[in-house]
Nanobody, 122 residues
């Protein structure tokens, strides 16, 4: 079992920055992938970014490339999403997710956090 807890969401003006954190606990060993997803009102949940357990491989949605950076601190067992140059269309609930196995674009995730709200005002 893996538990995930997001933090760091909030209200920011367009062009601003936020950093989301995802603290993982439980059976977080072996080969795994962690990712960020988001869901805006009235829309389906969408992939944002993913990071392999080693940190060597990462992927981003086209909509956030060059603006968002995914990273991790193995000592703290925490994953981060640094979001810069935020746009109103980035407004959504952001979810942290965890899956066992290597990074894979369409593989389902096994565990999810409760989500944190990010609101970008114009």
């Amino acid at each position: 079992q893996v538990q995930l807890a997001e933090s760091g969401g909030g209200l920011v003006q367009a062009g601003g920055s936020l950093r989301l954190s995802c603290a993982a606990s439980g059976r977080t060993f072996g080969t795994y992938t962690m990712g960020w997803f988001r869901q805006a009102p009235g829309k389906e949940r969408e992939f944002v970014a993913a990071l392999s357990w080693s940190g060597a491989n990462r992927g981003y949605a086209d909509s956030v490339k060059g603006r968002f950076t995914i990273s991790r601190d193995n000592v703290k067992n925490t994953m981060y999403l640094q979001m810069n140059s935020l746009k109103p269309e980035d407004t959504a609930v952001y979810y942290c997710a965890f899956r066992f196995g290597t990074i894979s674009p369409r593989a389902p995730y096994d565990y999810w956090g409760q989500g944190t709200q990010v609101t970008v005002s114009s």
